[in-house]
């Protein structure tokens, strides 16, 4: 039984990173999913995979998973370097290539 801490990813449809900003503590699954033949649903028996704590910071995801002696690995996101433009951008003389409709 392994965890996963990580922070996730910034949504892609919001500007705003307000459920990016706390760490997620998840189980690893323990069996492979199975499709039900009568809906096709996928489910699967293990119950830890639903399983998904939020914690503020790092330290306190870490430790709870030391205190009750969870094998942990933590996943590091990497920061985007963000590259601010204007509309006005496009139209400056110094632009790299043609501007065409």
Do not use: C
């Not at 965890?3 to 459920?19: D, E, L, M, V, W």
């Not at 997620?24 to 069996?31: N, W």
């Not at 370097?81 to 139209?91: P, Q, T, V």
Request: no cysteine; proline share 4%.
């Amino acid at each position: 039984m392994t965890a996963r801490i990580y922070r996730p990813a910034k949504t892609a449809t919001q500007s705003g990173s307000a459920k990016a900003r706390d760490w997620i503590l998840e189980f690893e699954p323990e069996e492979p999913r199975r499709i039900d033949p009568l809906m096709g649903w996928t489910g699967s028996g293990d119950m830890k995979s639903q399983v998904r704590l939020r914690f503020g910071d790092k330290e306190e995801a870490i430790a709870y998973a030391e205190r009750n002696g969870l094998a942990y690995r933590v996943e590091e996101h990497q920061l985007v370097a963000r590259k601010i433009l204007s509309y006005s951008d496009n139209f400056k003389s110094t632009r790299l290539g043609q501007w065409t409709h």
